[in-house]
């Protein structure tokens, strides 16, 4: 249980929890939607691509249907998961509880029993396509308008957060693509201004100074 009430996930053997101790929901909304889904040019498009590296409790794609039903956006949303929950795991998870969202909770299981490698109509507005392959071997034609990294931290996962990497997701965003992620670390941020990104700071969360928000170009 984080702070605000909302669950996370804790691998002790690895001393990492999936969201901030400060609240579960208040980080994936901060970083994810507020300062990535509402970006202005993402706002004023009827349609947005989303890539999300690490769908991990399927917090940030639950919350992104809710966004998606409030603006009437088509969304059509690729999540990356090597390593996923299982289902005991889910059905603990009490985000539509906590959002007051009970109704979509089907919904939310149903976004982790789907078929891998396939196309969900998960609501109306969002179709997800969850893939069980790492960043590093993800192979994706079209491009997308944003991308969701959340991956854990750089001293648990140092493999996904180096100058290649970033080249690489540069390469899967839209000219105007943005890129959002928790970490603001500075060689975090060296790395993605060596991929080409233009790098932003931003205020972050409780418990956190400071997030960031990449662009391929303004």
């Not at 078929?115 to 507005?125: D, K, S």
């Not at 990104?197 to 303004?218: M, N, S």
Request: charged share 25%; net charge negative.
């Amino acid at each position: 249980m984080t702070s605000d009430g909302s669950h996370s996930i804790s691998v002790p053997d690895m001393n990492v929890t999936y969201h901030s101790i400060h609240g579960a929901i208040r980080e994936s909304m901060h970083v994810f939607i507020e300062a990535g889904l509402r970006s202005d040019h993402l706002v004023k498009s009827d349609q947005c691509s989303i890539l999300e590296v690490g769908f991990g409790t399927g917090l940030n794609a639950l919350l992104t249907a809710i966004e998606a039903e409030k603006t009437r956006n088509s969304i059509y949303y690729v999540a990356l998961e090597p390593f996923p929950l299982d289902e005991e795991q889910v059905q603990s998870l009490n985000y539509c509880q906590w959002l007051g969202r009970k109704n979509l909770q089907n919904d939310f299981i149903r976004m982790h029993q789907c078929e891998w490698n396939r196309g969900l109509a998960v609501t109306e507005y969002l179709l997800m396509h969850k893939s069980n392959h790492t960043l590093q071997s993800f192979d994706h034609k079209t491009k997308f308008d944003l991308i969701y990294f959340d991956a854990f931290a750089p001293n648990v996962q140092p493999e996904l957060w180096t100058k290649e990497i970033f080249e690489k997701m540069f390469a899967l965003l839209e000219p105007e693509g943005v890129l959002v992620t928790y970490c603001s670390k500075g060689d975090v941020r060296r790395a993605m201004q060596a991929a080409g990104f233009i790098v932003e700071k931003l205020p972050g969360p409780k418990g956190k100074r400071e997030i960031v928000r990449c662009r391929t170009r303004i």
